[in-house]
T-cell receptor, first 113, second 115 residues
């Protein structure tokens, strides 16, 4: 079964700082990769996803993620964060053709105005 | 409604009582999932329904937990003889079978507090 690791559970940043959240997974086959975001008081929603093609994926709100197959990683980045990016971010993985998603433990990101 | 609907949004119960949590998925979505979200623990998979196939129950933590899905739509998660460690937010999600992307649409969750 696939598993997902996220590090630095709590991240505190100032506005305009750059953000990078690490995500590593353990599964040797073809995978689909996702980042979900949960804003305070809201439900989880999809931020971006990777299935195939260009390993650099762009999502909503200026976020992007890069799939590096050799490193089993799918790190999330944003060059300049805003206060409204305060949220919890979850990386998720599923094996190709399998709808069951495995989630990481999440990164709680706080952006200070 | 257009999204996944869960009820109740909050439930406080006493240890030893049974609770039922309900999920109404997005219309037409044949896959339905239950996850549990505990503080600092991320999302823990509980159970997965896909159409008329046998559910994947491999994530249920004990035999006190069960779930059913009637008519391929609404699902109920039942926790019997609740314990304090069952306190968590229980999330339901649905997805379209035609999509192998695994993109899930989540409800707002049911927050369970066991006293």
């Amino acid at each position: 079964a696939q598993s997902v690791s996220q590090h630095n559970h709590h991240v505190i940043l100032s506005e305009a700082a750059s953000l990078e959240l690490g995500c590593n997974y353990s599964y040797g086959g073809t995978v689909n990769l996702f980042w979900y975001v949960q804003y305070p008081g809201q439900h989880l929603q999809l931020l971006l996803k990777y299935f195939s093609g260009d390993p650099l994926v762009k999502g909503i709100k200026g976020f992007e993620a890069e799939f590096i197959k050799s490193k089993f990683s799918f790190n999330l980045r944003k060059p300049s964060v805003q206060w409204s990016d305060t949220a919890e971010y979850f990386c998720a993985v599923n094996a190709e053709g399998n709808n069951r998603l495995a989630f990481g433990k999440g990164n709680q990101v706080v952006v200070i105005p | 409604g257009a999204g996944v609907s869960q009820s109740p949004s909050n439930k406080v119960t006493e240890k030893g009582k049974d609770v039922e949590l309900r999920c109404d998925p997005i219309s037409g979505h044949t896959a339905l999932y239950w996850y549990r979200q505990s503080l600092g623990q991320g999302l823990e998979f509980l159970i997965y329904f896909q159409g008329n196939s046998a559910p994947d129950k491999s994530g249920l933590p004990s035999d006190r937990f069960s779930a059913e899905r009637t008519g391929g739509s609404v699902s109920t998660l039942t926790i019997q003889r609740t314990q304090q460690e069952d306190s968590a937010v229980y999330l339901c999600a649905s997805s379209s079978r035609t999509s192998h992307t695994g993109e899930l649409f989540f409800g707002e969750g049911s927050r369970l507090t066991v006293l």
